[in-house]
DNA sequence: TGATATTGTCAGTAAGTACTGACACCCTGA
DNA sequence: TCAGGGTGTCAGTACTTACTGACAATATCA
């Protein structure tokens, strides 16, 4: 985590994440955040102001845009379980990128009041498209009649749940990791909407 | 939330869980948590010493238990589909009662340490109780071969992530609602696991 | 009524914390 | 060599906050 070549701005924003991100807003003092970065405190205020500055700044400098729209629209290969395994891998990479972030917006909404909705557009967007797409694939007939929107749901809600269970602690459930998760469910998931 | 015909020490302890699961830890005084109990900060004091005396109490107070062992154990049927709905009724009643306690554990896990494993018994049980349901099951014919523990992991994360999503701010996902929610998942894995 | 326990009030302490001002230092580039 | 921008140091301010002590008020109950 050698931090080192970054500019000042940088290394402050990055410590200010990793910080705030384990304990909270409150729970961590600018002279800290300017100890972690290996800058004075002084320095942390000339280039931000005030300690909320700084947060919002971390919070937009740290925060992946919706930019993955069309990112996939061209891998899919209209195969059920090929597809909800794109889907979900890239949940779980946009989410995995987010991580702090995502923490952050949990711990501290109070502080952050409107940011939430940032945080949670690429879920909400992943949702969307799945939805979309279940219907597109049950009017090729190679999908059963459900509810889209609440199948696709059920699909990434078992996905956001395995995401925080792992941001949270890690392992809590020993012996599951990620990948053979994301396999099973997949597979789980294919042969449930396979006509 | 009337909350007068209580005694004063469990006035504190619900204010304290209120307040705390949302503004976290270090997001409330303790003259704030005293006059949401109605009751002058000295009092606070006077019956738990120190606020993190008083968190830890409240925690204790408001845990319910690992007490669902066998609570549902003679209400399966052995009918994969009617057994999945009790399952996560069963998980969403537990998750539910425990609401804010997940909610503070989740944001102080730092000022709370030990405290988050306690809070992850009822899932750890559920999984596991699930897990032997389904070794179970299969065995008896009426299920597929899967791994069981994925399997079970997958349905209770659906679950897990529909819970959390529901506490952190209600509506993100517009026009989903818990109980038709349940219906569909447990459908749908109904329908993926049987043979 | 009187004894005891619980609470409120108020003033106050000690520590922490966000934030500032003044000044000296160093590095870079002209 | 000089100027200027970024930085560290240090002392300090204003405010918050967990927590205490002393005393009065009230409620409870024998």
Request: hydrophobic content about 40%; glycine content about 6%.
């Given at each position: 985590?050698?931090?080192?070549h970054l ?52 919070f937009d ?76 694939m049950g ?57």
């Amino acid at each position: 985590m050698d931090q080192s070549h970054l500019g000042t701005s940088d290394r402050l924003l990055f410590a200010a994440i990793d910080l705030i991100s384990e304990r909270g807003y409150n729970g961590v003092t600018t002279q800290q955040i300017a100890e972690a970065a290996g800058v004075s405190e002084k320095t942390l205020f000339r280039h931000f102001g005030a300690k909320q500055k700084l947060l919002e700044a971390a919070f937009d400098r740290f925060h992946y845009g919706p930019e993955m729209k069309k990112l996939f629209g061209e891998r899919l290969v209209w195969e059920l379980e090929a597809d909800l395994l794109t889907v979900c891998r890239t949940y779980h990479e946009t989410m995995n990128r987010n991580r702090k972030v995502v923490q952050i917006s949990q711990k501290d909404e109070v502080i952050l009041p409107g940011y939430k909705e940032r945080t949670h557009q690429h879920p909400l967007q992943l949702l969307e498209f799945l939805t979309n797409y279940f219907v597109e694939m049950g009017e090729r007939g190679k999908m059963i009649r459900t509810d889209p929107k609440l199948a696709a749901f059920t699909f990434m809600m078992s996905h956001f749940g395995a995401f925080i269970n792992d941001l949270e602690a890690g392992n809590h459930y020993p012996g599951i990791r990620l990948e053979p998760f994301m396999q099973e469910s997949v597979r789980l998931f294919a042969r449930a909407l396979t006509p």
